[in-house]
């Protein structure tokens, strides 16, 4: 099983800058494909970014394309979100999520404790 810890939140001024980092710890290796979501206050949780393992391959969502930008460092273990021009609407509870181990072909649904964003106008 995959522990993810979040960390970077805080508050920014809207059009500013933070970078997020989920740190995965697996038991027998840390070979994921991952993501992160946010959940604003009184909405869903939505998809913001995936990357895969090999970082070979990203997605964003439309509101975020062009703004955030989704990286990996796999020595570190580590997932990364940069969120720049960041807007009010940008406010939410930021979670990381593994959702496939590339080892064994095992969907996974794995999920941090999340990072509050907020930015304020």
């Known amino acids: 099983q995959v522990q993810l810890i979040e960390s970077g939140g805080g508050v920014v001024q809207s059009g500013g800058s933070l970078r997020l980092s989920c740190k995965a710890s697996?038991?027998?290796?840390?070979?994921?494909?991952m993501g992160w979501y946010r959940q604003a206050p009184g909405k869903e949780r939505e998809f913001v970014a995936h990357?895969?393992?090999?970082?070979?391959?990203?997605d964003y969502s439309d509101s975020v394309r062009g703004r955030f930008t989704i990286s990996r460092d796999n020595d570190k273990r580590t997932v990364y979100l940069q969120m720049d021009k960041l807007k009010p609407e940008d406010t939410a509870m930021y979670y990381c999520?593994?959702?496939?181990?590339?080892?064994?072909?095992?969907?996974?649904?794995?999920w941090g404790q999340g990072t509050l964003v907020t930015v304020s106008s």
């Open positions: 999520n593994a959702d496939l181990d590339v080892v064994s072909g095992r969907a996974l649904d794995a």
């Open positions: 990357i895969t393992w090999t970082g070979g391959s990203t």
């Open positions: 697996g038991r027998t290796h840390n070979n994921y494909d």
